[in-house]
């Protein structure tokens, strides 16, 4: 089946420090998607990116479709920024696999 | 409410029980999804739908019926409730964006 990788599996900063989430996926992609999910567990849509680049505030991110990975930078990293960051791949059906996600812990 | 919503956002059941989870949401959104959360596993997609009276299986539907009469409304059933489906259940609408709700936690003794 399609595998959706996600790298680190945990991550530890100081706050102001910037980050790379890496995310790989094994077919070609229709759908791809970030989200964070905070530590109340309500899960929050950080970018639709199926290709291109994206920026929002501190929060960036970047899909190379024909390498198969996806990138979500943090910049200037908060407190609140804490939590667990996936990613999601959908291809060709209407379904989105989620990655296992990186935590992330943002220390003051 | 504006959104999306679910309830009940917690419940405790018993094995064997018949079990409905609520969805709602206000965005007229084509598309529905249902998974669950559990450590160790990530997010599963146990059935979504892709408009009103249209559904079908995501990646562990076994144990679960949903339907929609209705766009804004897409109930999850659990037919006789078992410990494994204890679990974290997320309702989401969208499709290039998707939406999550908050969250419905059911434990099953």
């Known amino acids: 089946g399609i595998q959706v990788e996600q790298s680190p599996p945990d991550l530890i900063l100081q706050e102001g420090a910037n980050s790379t989430l890496r995310c790989n996926f094994s077919d070609s992609v229709n759908n791809l998607q970030w989200f964070h999910q905070n530590p109340w567990g309500q899960l929050i849509n950080l970018f639709y990116?199926?290709?291109g680049t994206k920026q929002n505030g501190r929060l960036s991110a970047t899909t190379v479709a024909t390498e198969r990975y996806s990138l979500l930078y943090i910049s200037s990293s908060q407190t609140t920024d804490s939590g667990v960051y996936f990613c999601?791949?959908?291809?060709?059906?209407?379904?989105?696999?989620f990655g296992t996600g990186t935590l992330l812990a943002v220390q003051p | 409410d504006a959104g999306i919503t679910q309830s009940p956002r917690y419940k405790i059941t018993e094995t064997g029980r018949q079990v409905t989870l609520m969805c709602h949401q206000t965005w007229s959104h084509s598309y529905m999804f249902w998974y669950r959360q559990d450590l160790g596993h990530g997010l599963r997609l146990i059935y979504y739908s892709a408009a009103a009276d249209i559904t079908d299986k995501g990646e562990v539907p076994d144990g679960y019926v949903v339907s929609r009469s209705k766009t804004e409304n897409f109930p999850l059933t659990l037919e006789s409730a078992t410990r494994s489906q204890t679990s974290v259940y997320f309702c989401?609408?969208?499709?290039?964006?998707?939406?999550f709700g908050p969250g419905t936690r059911l434990l099953v003794l």
């Open positions: 990116i199926p290709s």
């Open positions: 989401a609408s969208g499709w290039e964006t998707q939406y």
């Open positions: 999601a791949y959908g291809g060709a059906t209407n379904k989105l696999i």
